[in-house]
């Protein structure tokens, strides 16, 4: 089992930056965000390995950094440039299998942080 905790979320102007942050009880092989907007099915915004290699959704690339502590077990997502779509709630996902990329099931969830843009 792995649990997940995401904090960071809330509310921005449009052009403002947040950084989410998702806390592990453990290390796994795959970690990334996903995001729910009203009415809309969850997308997945970004994934990271355990060797550091990353894959992002083309709406937050250039914008959105995925990155890891591993001494804190610690997930971190950097959002730059947020724009109103970016509003959703975020999740946090954990996978023990590759490849790691947003489009493949993952196994542990976090309970989501709110992002809210605002233009």
């Known amino acids: 089992q792995v649990q997940l905790m995401e904090s960071g979320g809330g509310s921005v102007q449009a052009g403002g930056s947040l950084r989410l942050s998702c806390a592990a009880s453990?290390?796994?092989?795959?970690m990334g965000w996903f995001r729910q907007a009203p009415g809309k099915e969850r997308e997945g915004v970004a994934a990271?390995?355990?060797?550091?290699?990353?894959n992002y959704a083309d709406s937050v690339k250039g914008r959105f950094t995925i990155s890891k502590d591993n001494d804190k077990n610690t997930l971190y997502l950097q959002m730059n440039s947020l724009k109103p779509e970016d509003t959703g709630m975020y999740f946090c996902?954990?996978?023990?299998?590759?490849?790691?990329?947003?489009?493949?099931?993952?196994?542990?969830w976090g309970q989501g942080t709110q992002v809210i843009v605002s233009s």
């Open positions: 996902a954990s996978d023990g299998r590759g490849p790691c990329s947003t489009n493949q099931t993952y196994d542990y």
């Open positions: 990271l390995d355990m060797y550091r290699r990353t």
């Open positions: 453990r290390s796994n092989y795959c």
